[in-house]
Nanobody
Framework: QVQLAESGGGQVQTGGSLRLSCKVS????????MGWFRQIPGKKREGIAT??????????FYGDSVKGRFAISQDSAKNTVYLEMNNLTPEDTAIYYC???????????????????WGQGTQVTVSS
């Protein structure tokens, strides 16, 4: 069973940046589609970005709300996935979750219901 552990959340002011990390255990991230999602209490979980390794190249996909501001990356040596978040606004305040699925061919589908493994989440708060 894939185990995921997020870190890096916190509080930042509008316009600031944060980098989230997701340490993956048991499976090598090169065999997985990894994703980041976020959820505001009372609202549906939103897909932010996904990444997988296609032969020797990483391929990334992004949700419309974060394109140009967020970047997903991964370090296979550390078996860790990152989410670099820039130009943050209060609307980015949420709990951020790391997730994984083995169906890498469907990595472009950033749909929460399609992911099998989830971390506990890390809180990101952006103040105005």
């Amino acid at each position: 069973q894939v185990q995921l552990a997020e870190s890096g959340g916190g509080q930042v002011q509008t316009g600031g940046s944060l980098r989230l990390s997701c340490k993956v255990s048991v499976y090598a991230i090169g065999s997985l589609c990894m994703g980041w999602f976020r959820q505001i209490p009372g609202k549906k979980r939103e897909g932010i970005a996904t990444i997988y390794t296609d032969i020797y190249t990483d391929k990334q996909f992004y949700g419309d709300s974060v394109k140009g501001r967020f970047a997903i990356s991964q370090d296979s040596a550390k078996n860790t996935v990152y989410l670099e978040m820039n130009n943050l606004t209060p609307e980015d305040t949420a709990i951020y979750y790391c997730a994984a699925k083995t169906r890498t061919w469907a990595c472009g589908e950033i749909i929460p219901e399609d992911f099998d493994y989830w971390g506990q989440g890390t809180q990101v708060t952006v103040s105005s």
